[in-house]
């Protein structure tokens, strides 16, 4: 059993959708990452959690710290919205640990 | 500052060869990261300094690479004898401390032939 999962693997909307990617985790953490990569770009740091929830435009990231579990919502989605999102956690050994990614394509 | 910048940007090599990779972070970032993406995949970690300090390697650099942070400041990643399994993207990022927002560097591609 991989340390990060996420779910869904692979994900596909219509514009305008509320979209929830999730991320569960096994090891004890001291922050959690949500990362963005566009096809064939670089890698962009949306959030960095250790509680709680952050808001930053139409992202929404939250963390419960005691079920393992953290959440990225986009509002009002739109098709620049379109790429992978990663899930990666920090754990105690100071070791970055990845999920393996959601793909999302949101649809005009 | 103009973010972490890494280079070449793309590389192209013969099997065998030696190549180096070279990553700067932003200035104040004391953590540096080394993460190998190939096609398809998310990244993987190979390995990560605090300061100058290399506190952490993955089982997966294996004897033919390895990486400096001389001064605390750049990075070098060098692969030697290069392998066809060695084609990737190879990224770095820095953060200011432990459990800090990471930043990307735009990465490394390696093509061996």
């Known amino acids: 059993k991989n340390e990060v999962e996420q779910s869904p693997q692979n994900l596909t909307a219509q514009e305008g959708e509320f979209i929830t990617i999730n991320c569960s985790y096994s090891?004890?953490?001291?922050?959690l990452h949500w990362l963005q990569q566009h096809p064939g770009g670089g890698i962009v740091s949306l959030f960095m959690l250790s509680s709680g929830k952050k808001k930053h435009g139409r992202l929404i990231a939250t963390i419960n710290i005691q079920e393992k579990h953290s959440s990225l919502h986009i509002t009002a989605s739109h098709p620049r919205d379109s790429a992978v999102y990663i899930c990666?956690?920090?754990?105690?050994?100071?070791?970055?640990?990845w999920g393996a990614g959601t793909k999302l394509i949101i649809k005009p | 500052d103009t973010g972490v910048s890494q280079n070449p940007r793309h590389k192209i090599t013969k099997r065998g060869q030696n190549v180096t990779f070279r990553c700067d972070p932003i200035?104040?970032?004391?953590?540096l990261y080394w993460y190998r993406q190939t096609l398809g995949q998310g990244p993987e970690f190979l390995t990560y300094?605090?300061?100058?300090?290399?506190?952490?390697k993955s089982r997966l650099l294996s004897d033919r690479f390895s990486a400096e942070r001389p001064k605390g400041s750049f990075s070098t990643l060098e692969i030697q004898r290069t392998e066809q399994g060695d084609s990737a993207m190879y990224l770095c990022?820095?953060?200011?401390?432990?459990?800090?927002?990471?930043?990307f560097g735009a990465g490394s591609r390696l093509t061996v032939l």
């Open positions: 200035s104040e970032h004391n953590r």
């Open positions: 990022a820095s953060s200011l401390g432990h459990g800090e927002v990471l930043t």
């Open positions: 300094f605090q300061n100058e300090a290399q506190l952490e």
């Open positions: 990666a956690v920090c754990d105690s050994n100071y070791q970055l640990i």
């Open positions: 090891v004890g953490i001291s922050a």
